[in-house]
């Protein structure tokens, strides 16, 4: 297996409904990412996505963007992991060129979330036998989380809302984030109203539209298309128990904890070397959990790093550092695209005003489910020596 880089991104405002169609947002991004790797062509797309037969009738949308992008005619496959399909697109683009399969890939997720109703949808990632035929759905499964959560470590009433009050903050200077006009305080959080208790609204990811996409090549040739090309060290991926009722402790999210772990050794790097973290934070619990369960939290004190401002730009263990899923906003099939991306600009010194000091490792966790399947991914800067 050879080392790979990321030398593209492109990315679209995430906006609450774009005009435009599912195709030509897709297009658009890889678009842009090519032309930021400085390509015409490629060996391979891969397209994440989770809704597109639901909510545009559409299947085969790999072939379809690949068509639409000017690529008829290279290998285009469609790639879905739930609501971590994003991320099962990187990790197919960067095994297809780690492998020798491809020399240049593209990863490219797209969402049209707004065009139909995306709960019911968005609910068919559970057990459909087990679970949504009892009426659950992904948000009633998330609260059900939080509240065991409070019942199990009795913290303040407001101790998640900072969560969303970091999301919010970080958005202000992003332009391609659906909340860069709309700082929060934990007040507002509290008084927001409820979804399924005790999540409320501003615990929540918004409904919105979206696409990004990045360009994958082999590390020894990455300045060929790049003065900054960001290191793609590790791709790890493990799942857990399908169902929260199977799951021995459903506030340890096992998957979580065993792909981070899985990543690190593939990269020869401790959890002490990442110095920010682009997390899943599709609700202000599942943020919590997952900084438990990889390790950056003892269980029951994730908390305390979001009351203490360690997630800031400035703290322990910066996370959503652009808005993630919160603020940036959550358009399934390309979120972890777009946190590709903004990985990519923290690690080359191009995150502007959001910038952070001198990072060199990242890590990035998308959920699939309510923690059933995890990926993780570990980058490192342009600085990066590779054994080649």
């Not at 969560?163 to 909340?179: D, E, G, I, R, T």
């Not at 960001?230 to 991926?237: N, P, Y």
Request: glycine share 8%.
């Amino acid at each position: 297996m050879r080392p790979v880089c990321i030398i593209g991104i492109g990315q679209i405002p995430v906006c609450r409904r774009h005009t435009a169609g599912l195709r030509t947002l897709a297009a658009q991004a890889v678009r842009l990412a090519l032309r930021d790797a400085g390509v015409e062509q490629v060996d391979a797309l891969y397209a994440g996505n989770m809704l597109a037969d639901e909510l545009q009738n559409q299947k085969h949308l790999a072939a379809l963007i690949a068509d639409e992008s000017g690529l008829a005619g290279v290998e285009a496959v469609d790639v879905s992991a739930a609501t971590a399909a994003g991320a099962a697109a990187l990790r197919l683009a960067y095994l297809a060129v780690s492998s020798g399969e491809a020399d240049l890939a593209v990863a490219v997720g797209v969402e049209k979330m707004s065009d139909g109703i995306a709960t019911p949808a968005l609910a068919k990632a559970l057990d459909a036998e087990r679970e949504v035929a009892d009426g659950k759905t992904l948000v009633g499964q998330n609260a059900w989380l939080m509240a065991r959560y409070f019942e199990t470590y009795r913290p303040p009433a407001d101790a998640l809302a900072y969560f969303s009050v970091n999301a919010h903050a970080n958005a202000q200077h992003n332009p391609y984030a659906l909340f860069r006009d709309r700082p929060i305080t934990p007040a507002d959080v509290l008084a927001s109203r409820f979804i399924v208790p005790p999540i409320r609204l501003l615990d929540c990811s918004p409904i919105c539209d979206g696409a990004a996409a990045v360009v994958l090549a082999p590390a020894d040739r990455a300045r060929e298309y790049t003065a900054h090309p960001v290191h793609l060290l590790a791709s790890s991926v493990a799942t857990d128990r399908f169902r929260l009722d199977d799951r021995a402790d459903p506030l340890f999210l096992t998957a979580a904890h065993h792909s981070a772990r899985l990543a690190l050794q593939r990269a020869g790097l401790e959890l002490r070397d990442v110095d920010f973290f682009e997390l899943h934070d599709a609700f202000s619990i599942m943020a919590c959990l997952l900084l438990e369960a990889v390790g950056f939290a003892e269980r029951g004190q994730g908390w305390k790093l979001a009351v203490e401002g360690e997630i800031g730009l400035c703290g322990r263990v910066p996370i959503a550092t652009l808005g993630g899923l919160k603020a940036r906003g959550h358009p399934i099939g390309a979120t972890a695209l777009y946190q590709t991306c903004e990985i990519v600009l923290q690690l080359t010194g191009r995150a502007g005003l959001n910038q952070l000091a001198d990072p060199h490792i990242a890590m990035l966790q998308s959920v699939g489910g309510v923690g059933t399947t995890v990926l993780t991914h570990l980058f490192a800067g342009p600085d990066h020596r590779p054994v080649l």
